[in-house]
């Protein structure tokens, strides 16, 4: 019933930016906000970020505070994921996650839909 979709990734060097996108269509009025996460290889999925649902609440874990910002437009039903100061570190798979209810958790299983997910490579 919720569709998402990534876009915005791709190869960049240490210390550039990118900006990703995921555009979430089918039914999301019930939907608290989003959230962000990634997974390199060999590793488990893991929590980047998350917004709420009228943008007014953000967070983000230790490892990106400070360098990724997430913002939404609500009018076009998408979120973003402002990437900065990119390390190799942050190369992963990112995926965007819609919540299973209104909390905006941190783990996997706190999530019901998700993207095909979009590549970040960061050469080093």
């Known amino acids: 019933q919720v569709q998402l979709v990534e876009s915005g990734g791709g190869l960049v060097q240490v210390g550039g930016s990118l900006r990703l996108s995921c555009a979430a269509s089918?039914?999301?009025?019930?939907?608290?906000?989003m959230g962000w996460f990634r997974q390199a290889p060999g590793k488990e999925r893991e929590f980047v970020a998350a917004?709420?649902?009228?943008?007014?609440?953000?967070y983000a874990t230790d490892s990106v505070q400070g360098r990724f910002d997430v913002s939404s437009d609500n009018m076009k039903n998408t979120v973003y994921l402002q990437m900065n100061s990119l390390k190799p570190e942050d190369t992963s798979v990112y995926y965007c996650?819609?919540?299973?209810?209104?909390?905006?958790?941190?783990?996997?299983?706190?999530?019901?839909?998700w993207g095909p997910g979009t590549q970040v490579t960061v050469s080093s």
């Open positions: 089918g039914r999301t009025f019930s939907n608290y906000g």
């Open positions: 917004i709420s649902r009228s943008g007014g609440r953000t």
């Open positions: 996650a819609s919540p299973l209810g209104l909390v905006l958790g941190l783990k996997v299983d706190d999530y019901d839909y």
